[in-house]
C-alpha cells in the first residue's frame, strides 16, 4: 500500500487574484490529492493536501510555480499525519 501523508503550507507572492486556488484544486484532482486551499487576509494561500507521498511530491513542486499569472515567493511546508477528506476544496 502506497504511503499517505499530508502537507501544510503557506504561499506567498503574488498568489491572489490570479486563479491560484482554482488552479491548486485542478492540480489537486489531476493528482487525487484531497485537501483544501483558501485565501488569507494577509495576502498568502493556505493548502492542505493529503494523498501519496508522490503525487504529494508533485504537488508541491507545482505549489513552488503555481499558475502562469502567478508569482510564488516562497512556500512553507510542514508534513502532518495523514488525514482524510472526500474531495479537493476552495474554501
Not at 494561500?45 to 513542486?61: H, P, R, W
Request: with cysteine; proline share 2%.
Amino acid at each position: 500500500m502506497k504511503e499517505k501523508i499530508c502537507i501544510h503550507c503557506y504561499v506567498t507572492g503574488k498568489v491572489q487574484g490570479v486563479w491560484f486556488r482554482a488552479s491548486t484544486k485542478e492540480q489537486a484532482e489531476k493528482l487525487n490529492i484531497t485537501g483544501w486551499v483558501k485565501n488569507l487576509p494577509d495576502g498568502k494561500v493556505e493548502v492542505l493536501a493529503c494523498g501519496d507521498k508522490t503525487a504529494i511530491e508533485q504537488f508541491y513542486a507545482w505549489l513552488q510555480q503555481g499558475p502562469q499569472l502567478a508569482r510564488v515567493d516562497a512556500v512553507s511546508y510542514e508534513e502532518l499525519s495523514a488525514q482524510v477528506f472526500a474531495k479537493f476544496e476552495v474554501v
